[in-house]
């Protein structure tokens, strides 16, 4: 069994940064450097988008346009841990982030072919 688990999420001030991490536990211990990995974000009454990917190696990323001035993600495969660090944070930005991973072969900027899903963490922007 193939568990995501999302942390790093709280409230904080428009401005601020906040690094959210996501650790893949179970079964896939010594596969994690196999799958792509996805950020995902659903605001209340939105349809949820992706935010950002990255390939099992780390060497290549997406990110989307909407917050890839201010977004970055990257993988520590010794840890199982996927970061996704968030600068300048904005209150549109106030969401449930959720992480998933789906194998290689999958185009990285796609939402197909996503597998598992940790259970999301909540970052409010204040103004």
């Known amino acids: 069994q193939v568990q995501l688990s999302e942390s790093g999420g709280g409230l904080v001030q428009a401005g601020d940064s906040l690094r959210l991490s996501c650790v893949v536990s179970?079964?896939?211990?010594?596969?994690?450097?196999?799958?792509?990995v996805g950020w995902f974000r659903q605001a209340p009454g939105k349809e949820r988008e992706i935010v950002a990917a990255?390939?099992?190696?780390?060497?290549?990323?997406y990110v989307n346009d909407s917050v890839k001035d201010r977004f970055t993600i990257s993988r520590d495969n010794a840890k199982n841990t996927v970061y996704l660090q968030m600068n300048s944070l904005k209150p549109e930005d106030t969401a449930v982030y959720y992480c998933a991973k789906k194998p290689i072969g999958f185009a990285l900027r796609t939402t197909t072919g996503y597998e598992s899903w940790g259970q999301g963490t909540q970052v409010t922007v204040s103004s």
């Open positions: 990255i390939t099992s190696t780390g060497r290549t990323t």
């Open positions: 179970g079964r896939t211990l010594q596969t994690f450097g196999t799958y792509i």
